[in-house]
């Protein structure tokens, strides 16, 4: 008898706390929208969650519905783990692992990399290689909470696109059953990040709240 009226207090609870449900619209911050304005090409940006499928162009700083499936290549999202640019040269103290893209000029490389001690498993921090020079541009590390989803080129080959995330462990109606169970499920807030060739950052937005068990794509595409 006590054990049930745990149950259904903790299933009334959590179906008062499904009243903030995620919001399906990807969007942009206003004061980011000058910034994306400028940008070449557009931005097209795929996220695959356990109960939600969401696809949208960026151009010229404005959201428009797609006219194709987006399709990035395997290797420029997450989905490419464990493996990664392997094809660089060795790092002495990191190894690459996760999405990685050469650019449309075939000139440079951006390249998730993890550290070797302790050995991490998700990418720390990506770099910006140069075939040509055989050396970094730049190293952009992330902050210990975000994850790096995905990347892409601008056509012209001088920006990198990322698409970043944070997850955080989310108590609701439905994951009702692994609440019960004393697990959590994890929804993703995604984030997207423009960079130069030198590392600096051009341009920054929070995208969307609270994905459900997702994973992203991003292609950058000419007018």
Known sequence: ???QRQLILTATLLIAGCSGQQSSEITIDSSARPLFEML??????ALHGSDIEIQVLIRHGK???VTSNIKAPHEATGMIAPYGATMLPDRTNEYYQGPFAFSPNGRYVAASVVGRRPKAALPQAFVIFDIQGKRDLARIDLSGKELLRALAWSPDSTRIAILK???RGKVSFKNLLSALSGHSV???TYFLD??????KIVAHTKLIEDVRYS?????????
């Open 1 to 3: 008898m006590i054990i």
């Open 194 to 199: 423009i960079y130069d060739l030198e590392g």
């Open 165 to 167: 995330s944070i997850s």
């Open 215 to 223: 994973w992203g794509e991003i292609v950058w595409m000419p007018l």
């Open 63 to 65: 959201i428009e519905p």
């Open 186 to 188: 994890a929804y993703d």
């Open 40 to 45: 070449p090409g557009e931005l097209g940006i």
